[in-house]
């Protein structure tokens, strides 16, 4: 089936420690996003990228790094200077605007624990 | 800059009472409107959209979304409610660079 797989579901990190989650996706799609989640503030945008080894941050970038080498695949790294990383991580993507409306598809998410 | 506001943090409401569950919206031009729903740790699921057209948009699961410009509002429906639509829902507008723009949520609960 067509989707969008984020792995791992669950992770724990200690403090000082870069983690880096998987996105991929297998619908051909050429836009990715990476949103983080915290309760009650919504979807926050940390990166995206509208094509193939290139990508712009969003509204809340830093402590975070991200890499588009292949169509299928955009990993996010949370590094150590991320100050407070403990959240839901949700990867997205999209087809060009101009196809279908512009919705995007979301994969099922990332839970990241700072001990 | 684009932006959506979700009023209320909760909606409450029996099962079988219509639902409704509020969105506004600020953006400049024409707007590209977006729900969606989430289960407890589950990624977004697209319920519907408003591009252009018909001001009421039926999307899945039986709900519905009348788009008002004047109110510059996309408030979600659904007739009756169930039990399992009890989650949380976001109202979305599109930014630049095919961007989503979210807002804070509202936590739909449905009673039995």
């Known amino acids: 089936d067509g989707g969008i797989t984020q792995s791992p579901k669950y992770l724990f990190r200690k403090e000082g420690q870069n983690v880096t989650l998987s996105c991929e996706q297998n619908l051909n799609h050429d836009a990715m996003y990476w949103y983080r989640q915290d309760p009650g503030q919504g979807l926050r945008l940390i990166y995206y990228s509208q094509i193939v080894n290139d990508f712009q941050k969003g509204d809340i970038a830093e402590g975070y790094s991200v890499s588009r080498e292949k169509k299928e695949s955009f990993p996010l790294t949370v590094t150590s200077a991320q100050k407070n990383p403990t959240a839901f991580y949700l990867c997205?993507?999209?087809?060009?605007?101009?196809?279908?409306?512009?919705?995007?598809?979301f994969g099922e998410g990332s839970r990241l624990t700072v001990l | 800059a684009q932006s959506v506001a979700q009023p209320e943090d909760q909606v409450n409401v029996a099962e079988g009472n219509p639902l409704t569950v509020k969105c506004t919206y600020s953006v400049s031009g024409n707007p590209y409107l977006f729900w969606y729903v989430q289960y407890p740790n589950r990624g977004l699921q697209f319920l519907l959209k408003?591009?252009?057209?018909?001001?009421l948009v039926k999307g899945s699961y039986g709900f519905e979304a009348e788009f008002n410009k004047s109110q510059t509002s996309f408030h979600l429906k659904k007739p009756s409610a169930l039990v399992s639509d009890s989650a949380l829902y976001f109202c979305?507008?599109?930014?630049?660079?095919?961007?989503?723009?979210f807002g804070a949520g509202t936590r739909l609960a449905v009673h039995p």
């Open positions: 408003y591009i252009t057209g018909d001001n």
């Open positions: 979305a507008v599109k930014g630049g660079y095919n961007k989503l723009i």
């Open positions: 997205a993507s999209s087809p060009p605007f101009g196809g279908q409306g512009g919705e995007l598809f």
